[in-house]
């Protein structure tokens, strides 16, 4: 196990050096530039900015400045604001972390229990109203779940606020916008998985010998049931956290994933690596978590290994 | 056929939300909730535009910083309700009778946040902050009027040290070259060519504050580590003893300081050569040359080799000079009669010399910041809001009716909107409503308005794709603008001509009167001084189907086989009316001129670089000014030289024109000539003009004092809420819905 | 419900009985089925609705009429018209077409590259798996919009084809990924085990023993993908880089539709209802298929 872990941390590196270096020549490929405006300034002004953020060397040597930059974990300033990566990076991070914690917990709770509901009784009623539930958050995009979601509980009702984090109820209304999305993959993921393994022989063993079927389903089932939804998790947890974008942008929440976005609209490049890289070494963790926890859930894999 | 009945859940949720929302809109006099402000009648809550780059007045740009850094910083003049210059920090101005010199007088009660007097030495700085290269600001090209700025600005105009080859000592001097490259050579090869103003110390230097004591320092540059040269104490022409250098060290996020001259004694580059030209008599601001010496053309000078210590880029170049303490001139390198619209602009907005010296990227964070307007900065949480609360140091106390004033950040249309109807905000910056529910709000809620706005919208032509005169008026000539309000609903105003201004069909009889128009004049005016000066734009090319056929035939006759069968349209995504619009071209075209158009859409970076760069065929483009001023904001565009041409445009007939413009003293006689300039533009349609904009703007009832203007620039600080509006006769001080 | 059936069955019989069995199974859900029609009557309603509604009303996709534009249902516009007065009922029929053309053509080249590379990591194991992972993960790390916004201006092109290349190209990671965490937790069992001792080679048993063995999972999150590619095209052309004015699919027309919500609500609950009742049935049609395909079901 340490050795597995060891290895993939020394890959992560490797990622991170792909990610990183990927990023920096595709932005700079794109057309336009930071400072490229509705009213363009006068050439000379433009070439004092340019200097200014070394966008007028050749860009290997942006690059090796930029890679040297990088090793020192310090991503340098951003082009468009008065702040250093660093600082938007632990500005605008806590705000994505809380509300993805929080529509995580409402996608898991809700699409685990739904899609075990669905499983233990496939293809009856409680199975298609599982499934209807959880397609809902599927089949309406976020864009639209959300200011649907505004409209009744912040316009009409007026019992959450349409915008902005100021507390606790503030993340309510995104939360589960964002939160449905992944609820109703959960969900599917787990029906699917629980089916798969409602017919293994270990369970039919343990029917056999008596075991209860709460205990069956919850306990023995659910274990490798899961299997697909832990898979999915690290997908769905970057996904939570850099494509909630939308979501931030219309409850305009100041997360880290609308600092990302907008970096890319304002070809802000120092900005848009460096959270680059700082997601890309959350997910590498995260995806040796999820390796880690495929073990702890089935050992088949663990032995084998 | 038929139509799917929709049996899921799904639908029944979206169709019950939908119904909701149809009916969402409630009956009431005011759109949304109307607090009660009786516990915070002196907190406005305003909801910006978006998270403002920066607080630094020389170098935002975007109007959603100017909100707070209005209120942060004051100017020699501010914007008043209607958005024109009230006396400020200056409480009155001369301008010579050659409209070249602009000499402000300051008045002595200017405070700094941390008590400091503010002084004309204060304007001379922002000034020279705003030109100087190390600060890279794009608001740079706002001072181009001033004398020597540009070349400054690109450190190209310096000043000779002491006689030599044949120049005097305090000649000013264009810099053609160094080391026998010119700065094109430079800039192909990507370096930047040596810098006569770089110095080393062979000792450690101690930056501080000017006359400061060592032990008073803020910062050290090690020995041998290189500064440059900003400024000089006294006569630059004869640094003395006395002297002090005010340096830039340019490592980490930089650090400016004063140090003595005399420290300062390795000059590295001195031994570069620079070939230089004179390029103007030496001036002197506030004093007015004589009407031979205006009349007579410089005489060209020939180029000469100087060594690179003799000539240093100093602020005594520019055309701003600190005449007393109070009083400050500014000298333009031709006519300006608008140079005094820009005296509130961010660019003559005094920044704290000491604050700006310790942490150049940094003074404005709240532990550093240092300011001069009616508010105070308490708090900047990012992307989120702005808390700023009145300064005590405030010279005009009387005028700030606000204690507090928190500014949200709030770049998306529809959430602003949601957090004003539920009462988060007291009012939208203009124009924060989506478009789309002005139908829904016009005359229906009497806390919505819409106001007339200081920009147009355009499409631009790429003329050297379609060089055919012809060809570009058909396609002018074939839009039907008075569709335009009826699809976008904004109550926008349909024109044919460019510079925008109001419809004529509502000015007062007096400025009737002032624009020499009659009432069933079609089209705008745009009033530049309220009842002294007004501009009349010229007709434009107005729909007209058979002359667009006309006109197509003749570019049919003058093209033969490269007459165009099909033309694309580029605009940029992320406004539902610009891809309304692009589509309904595409119909007009088709339908009036038989031309098939493709319509692309791009990403709006894409599409800057791409229009600016002449990768396009014809695109939609807006343009708004910061004052109303036709010469100063509109019409530079089409200027061959123009960094904005994006038309490619470079007719010589307009260019003759304004050339007549410049020298011409008299503001009228100069419009009649300028109006000239823009008929030759308008009829040869590089551009065609669509419509005005507008302001939308919301405000709660209890607001007062909070008038939108034609720049929108409202003053924040002298807003204020009014508990008892609803016993109140009748809203006072607020224009009427 | 209770399977009967050992997993660890040695050779798949022929084709012809297994896709046999499962469409008789297949019909025997009736929910599926009604999914079944409901899309054949989605695709009537796309593909031949416009020309019906042509010659019957007169009505296409482009024609404007601005005096009556933006306003709600009505007998002659069944769905209501938009701010130019184009038909929506139309627009939403002409959406239909591109947006299932994109969504079918590029879940199908998500699923060929991703099941590919998914059963190839997993299976080969080791060195191999670990590198073809890590350019998943690279991938994964990768924004979409960055990738989509240099793609679409180098390529400089807009045609639909490069649209369903970009959006499979971006959405074959996760079933990548799926299938490889099948794979790996299958090809250590008994059946695979006897098909190798039997002398097949790793070609083989990949595509007889261990893509069956993981058609379910793969079906399912092909039917999760159809929607999830909906969105990634409205997505794009909300960014200005998908469908081009003054064509619009679903997505486009939905995406505007919640702008103006408030305002013309017709505009968003028209497409919204007919895309989001699609992408239910698709999903519901893909669970039967799940259920009659499973290869451990098949004898129940």
Redesign the interface.
Known sequence: MIRLIV?RLA?GV??LW??AT??FF??R?????P???????????M???E???HL???VLVQYGRFLAGVARFDFG?SM????TVGE?IR??APYSARLGVFALTIAITLGVLLGVLAAHR??RLGD?AA???S??G????S??LG??L???F???L?WL?????EGFSSYILPAATLGLIYMG?IA??TR?GML?T????YI?TA?AKGVSERAVVWKHGLRLGL??VV??L??AT?GLI?GSFVVE????I?GLG????AS????DYPV?TGV?VF??TF??LL?LAVDIA?GVI?P??RD?R | MTVPRAR???AA??AA??L??AC?LPDTEYF??VPDVSDRPRHLRFCNSG?P????PATV?STTAMKPVYALFDGLTDYDQNGLPEPSLATHWDVSDDVRRFTFHLHDKGRWSNGRPITAHDVRYQVIRVLH??????N??GL?PLKNA?LY??GAARMVLRDTAGLRAGDVVEVLAVDGKTAAAW?AA?T?PPDANVRRGSAPLALRDLGAPVADAYATVPAGADVTIVELSGDPLRPGRDTWAYVHFNRG?GVYGWVPYAELDVAPHAGVTYRVRVVAPRHTPGVALTQAQLETPDPPRPAVDVAGADVLMLPEVLGVRVLDDHTIAFETTHPTPWFVSISNNRVLRPTPREAVSRWP??W??VAHIVTSGPMRLVAW????RIELARSPTYWNQDEVKLDRLTI?????Q???T??Y??G?CDALTANHVPASYVRKLKGRYKDFEINPYLGIYMTITHTEVFPSRHFRRALAYAIDRTQIPKFLHGGQVPTAQFTPGVPIAQLSDADLALCGVTRDTPGVAMLMITGELCYVPPPGLDFDPEKARAELELARQELGDAFPSSITFKFNQGNEGHKLIAEYLQAQWQQVLGISVTLEVQ????F???T?GGRYQTAR???IGNFPDAEAEFLPMFQCDS??NRARWCNPAFEAAMAEVKPIRDRKARLVKLREAERIMIEDAPIIPLYVYVQLNMQKPYVRDLSPNFPDQPPLHEAWLDPTWRQGDGPDGRPAP | ???T???ARVEAPAGRSLWADAWRRLRR?R?AVGAGVYIAVMLVFCVVGPWIAAAVGGLDATTQDIDHGAQGPSWRHWFGTDPLGRDMLVRTMMGGRLALIVAFTATAVALVVGVTWGSTAGFVGGRTD?AMM?VV??L????V???V??LM??LQTKSLVVLFALIGAINW??MA??VR?QV??LR?REFVEAARALGAGPGRIVARHLIPNTL??II?YAT?QL?HVM?TE?FLSFLGLGVQAPEASW?TL??E??EK??VYPWL?IGP?VV???T??AL??LG?GL??ALDP??RKD
């Not at chain 2, 290269?133 to 794009?138: E, G, N, Q």
């Not at chain 2, 949200?408 to 998306?412: G, K, P, V």
């Not at chain 2, 990403?603 to 894409?606: A, D, L, N, S, V």
Request: charge should be negative; glycine fraction near 6%.
């Open positions: 290895g890959m490797v990622v792909a990610v990927v990023s595709a932005l490929a794109a057309p336009g530039g400072f490229d405006e509705e009213r363009a300034a006068p050439p000379e002004v070439r004092n900015i200097e200014r953020y007028n060397e050749p300033h468009k604001r008065q702040q938007i500005n605008h496939q293809n298609h499934m209807t539930i397609l809902i599927i089949s309406v995009p864009f639209v200011p649907v505004i409209m009744v912040a316009l009409g007026f606020p349409p915008a902005r984090a993959t599917r993921l699917s798969e409602l017919r293994q022989d039919r029917r299997i697909p898979t999915y690290g997908p970057a850099s942008k219309v409850f305009q100041p609308y600092s990302f976005v890319i609209q304002d070809r848009l680059l997601y890309a997910l590498v995806n495929y089935d088949r894999i084998k | 899921s859940t799904t949720a979206l939300a939908a909701a929302c969402g949304g909730q998270e780059e920066g607080l630094d740009s290269p190390s600060t890279a600001s794009v740079a090209d181009e540009l600005n690109r800039n990507d930047s996020d990227r940094r404005t964070d949480r990012q992307r989120d949200f950040a709030m770049d998306d529809s959430a602003a949601n957090f109807f539920t988060g990403e709006w970076k894409t800057l670089s791409d600016k483009f807006g343009w960094p904005n | 419900m209770v399977a059936t050992a997993p859900n929910m670990e890590r993960d690279v994964y790390g990768f924004p919009v960055v990738f916004i240099v201006s180098v990671m996760t990924r799926i965490g790996m937790s250590h379910g999972p399912v999760l929607p969105l409205a997505g939905v995406a539709g919640a919500m408030v968003l919204a895309m989001a009742s992408i239910f999903n519901f669970d799940r259920d451990q079901t």
